[in-house]
């Protein structure tokens, strides 16, 4: 089992930055591939950033591509998402997953663990 939290969601205007982080605990951090996905109200769960395992390869989802990094240090067991410019059309809960894939997936049915979510809104 891998227990992943995340934190570092809230209220700020469009234009601002916020980094959110995700501690995972359990197995290995390193075995797995890391993932953020977010969920708007009455939308599906969608695809934001993905890093493999040792952190050498990223993946962002075009929507926004150039505003948020993802990153991960696997002795401290933590994942990260830096959202720069954001928008109002960013504001969801945002999850943090884990893939025993290792590698980059977009596909959320790839994750075996998940967290329970932390809420972003973005005002306009």
């Known amino acids: 089992q891998v227990q992943l939290v995340e934190s570092g969601g809230g209220l700020v205007q469009a234009g601002a930055s916020l980094t959110l982080s995700c501690a995972a605990s359990g197995r290995t951090f390193s075995n797995y591939a890391m993932g953020w996905f977010r969920q708007a109200p009455g939308k599906e769960r969608e695809f934001v950033a993905s890093?493999?395992?040792?952190?050498?390869?990223?993946a962002v989802a075009d929507s926004v591509k150039g505003r948020f990094t993802i990153s991960r240090d696997n002795p401290l067991n933590k994942l990260w998402l830096l959202m720069n410019s954001l928008k109002p059309e960013d504001s969801a809960v945002y999850y943090c997953a884990a893939s025993n894939r290792r590698t980059t997936t977009s596909t959320p049915a790839n994750y075996n663990y998940w967290g329970q979510g932390t809420q972003v809104t973005v005002s306009s």
């Open positions: 890093i493999s395992w040792s952190g050498g390869i990223t």
